[in-house]
Structure formats: structure tokens, C-alpha cells
């Protein structure tokens, strides 16, 4: 019967520990960060619309607008209208194409190879000191078009925001990176 006891007030016990740690997590997640980049890094940074050097429409603003929601998810820099930064991040969208990347059985293409190329620099507005300048990031992705042998249901525009996607990461890892 002791031994019960024992081994009950050891689970409570633990339980305790265990709700206090994670309410203590859940007041506390409103005031602090984490990021797994190296470099701390703070106050706020311009992002201004990307000039579209391609042929693509509407590139800018998808680039543009990835850039802003990943800072904003970061949360280390705020975006801030431009003239009221203490970085700017400005460029251009270098390079879109697509390639074919596999033939049907019919002779065509079915699978196509999406490659995007941004061209940034980011400044540090008050010292006036480039941090990077004229820096190419870029990406790949490959979609299908429509009745695919493959059967695959990703689209140019999927294509499109998956090599955004990955051109952002490396664009963060950059800014924020310690390696």
C-alpha cells in the first residue's frame, strides 16, 4: 500500500512539474524568439517591389510579397514602409525559365524545369555599409503540365512558390546565418 502511495504522489508529482512548464511556455511564447540562424539581429528593414527583369508577369509582387511574409515570420527585422529603415533589402528578379526536364511516351514534354534567379543587396541604412551587394540566389523546381504521365499535380504557380520558397530560406540563412 506504501508503495502505491509512493509511486502515485510520483506521477502527481511529475504532472505538476510537467503543466507548470508548460503554462510558464505559454505566457512566455508571446515575448521571446527563437530562431535557428546564428546571428541576432534587430530593428527594421524596407523590402521595396523587386524589378522584374523577366518576362514573367506578376513575379515581382509574389517575390516581393514571400520576402515581407518571411521577415514577418522571422520576426527579428520589421518590415517598415522604405525611408524608415535601419536595412533595405532591394534587387531584382535576374533570371526566369522554363526547361523540358522529361519527354511521354508521345514524344512531348510532360515534365518541365522551373529556374528563378533573384539578384539582392542588403544595406544597412544608417552606416550606409553593404552587408551583401549584387548577391544571385537561386532556385529550381520542377512541374508537370496538365495530363501528366506522371500524374503529378504540381502546377507552374506551385513550381513557382516552392523555388521562392527555397530562394527565401537561402536569402534569410544570409542575413541571419553566423557561419
Same mark, same amino acid.
Given at each position: 500500500m506504501a508503495m502505491r502511495?509512493? $509511486?502515485?504522489m510520483r506521477i502527481i508529482s511529475r504532472t505538476l512539474t510537467l503543466l507548470c512548464f508548460v503554462s510558464a511556455l505559454s505566457?512566455?511564447?508571446?515575448?521571446y524568439h527563437t530562431t535557428s540562424r546564428?546571428?541576432?539581429?534587430?530593428?527594421? $528593414?524596407? $523590402?521595396?517591389?523587386?524589378?522584374?527583369?523577366?518576362?514573367?508577369?506578376?513575379?515581382? $509582387?509574389?517575390?516581393t510579397e514571400a520576402l515581407i511574409n518571411a521577415f514577418d515570420a522571422d520576426g527579428l527585422l520589421s518590415v517598415v514602409n522604405i525611408g524608415n529603415e535601419d536595412?533595405?533589402?532591394?534587387?531584382?528578379?535576374?533570371?526566369?525559365?522554363?526547361k523540358p526536364f522529361s519527354i511521354g511516351d508521345l514524344g512531348a514534354?510532360?515534365?518541365y524545369r522551373l529556374s528563378l534567379s533573384l539578384t539582392l543587396s542588403f544595406d544597412n541604412s544608417a552606416t550606409g555599409e553593404s552587408i551583401f551587394k549584387d548577391k544571385r540566389f537561386s532556385a529550381?523546381?520542377?512541374?508537370?503540365?496538365e495530363g501528366s504521365a506522371a500524374g503529378e499535380e504540381m502546377t507552374r504557380e506551385d513550381a513557382e512558390e516552392k523555388a521562392l520558397e527555397k530562394i527565401v530560406d537561402d536569402i534569410l540563412n544570409t542575413i541571419f546565418g553566423d557561419w
Amino acid at each position: 500500500m506504501a508503495m502505491r502511495r509512493s $509511486v502515485t504522489m510520483r506521477i502527481i508529482s511529475r504532472t505538476l512539474t510537467l503543466l507548470c512548464f508548460v503554462s510558464a511556455l505559454s505566457l512566455g511564447c508571446g515575448h521571446y524568439h527563437t530562431t535557428s540562424r546564428g546571428r541576432t539581429m534587430s530593428g527594421t $528593414v524596407a $523590402v521595396p517591389f523587386l524589378d522584374n527583369r523577366t518576362n514573367q508577369p506578376n513575379l515581382e $509582387v509574389l517575390a516581393t510579397e514571400a520576402l515581407i511574409n518571411a521577415f514577418d515570420a522571422d520576426g527579428l527585422l520589421s518590415v517598415v514602409n522604405i525611408g524608415n529603415e535601419d536595412y533595405v533589402l532591394s534587387g531584382i528578379i535576374s533570371r526566369y525559365s522554363e526547361k523540358p526536364f522529361s519527354i511521354g511516351d508521345l514524344g512531348a514534354a510532360n515534365e518541365y524545369r522551373l529556374s528563378l534567379s533573384l539578384t539582392l543587396s542588403f544595406d544597412n541604412s544608417a552606416t550606409g555599409e553593404s552587408i551583401f551587394k549584387d548577391k544571385r540566389f537561386s532556385a529550381t523546381h520542377n512541374f508537370y503540365i496538365e495530363g501528366s504521365a506522371a500524374g503529378e499535380e504540381m502546377t507552374r504557380e506551385d513550381a513557382e512558390e516552392k523555388a521562392l520558397e527555397k530562394i527565401v530560406d537561402d536569402i534569410l540563412n544570409t542575413i541571419f546565418g553566423d557561419w
